[in-house]
């Protein structure tokens, strides 16, 4: 099982940035995807997550209207389309996977984990 997340990089605030999550290993169309961000010292935090079909996401609060998300299952890819970027949205966001329907915003509700990738948000 792999989870392989890409796309990060350093945007200016008020910027875009779009992340890719490829999986393998596992059915990707039987998991609801979920994006979790950390920072040091942090805990690992819940930022959206799209259903297994695509059909419905859930999103915290502080990124919603800002960040979308889709998936390809044809490509057992995931997106997370993030606009309107903040200095506050700099972390290491982590792409998760969990068994059936999807979006959970608990890290415990998740099978699989992606390695992460950096985005920083900075002038």
């Known amino acids: 099982v792999q989870l392989q997340a890409s796309g990060g990089g350093l945007v200016q605030p008020g910027g875009s940035l779009r992340l890719s999550c490829t999986a393998s290993g596992f059915t990707f169309s039987d998991y609801g995807m979920g994006w979790f961000r950390q920072t040091p010292g942090s805990e690992r935090e819940f930022v959206g997550a799209i259903s297994m079909t695509g059909g419905s996401t859930y999103w915290e609060e502080s990124v919603a209207g800002r960040f979308t998300a889709s998936r390809d299952n044809a490509k057992n890819t995931v997106y997370l389309q993030m606009n309107s970027l903040k200095p506050e949205d700099t972390a290491t966001y982590y792409c998760?996977?969990?068994?059936?329907?999807?979006?959970?915003?608990?890290?415990?509700?998740?099978?699989?984990w992606g390695q992460g990738t950096q985005v920083t948000v900075s002038s």
């Open positions: 998760g996977a969990q068994r059936g329907y999807g979006l959970g915003s608990q890290v415990e509700q998740y099978d699989y």
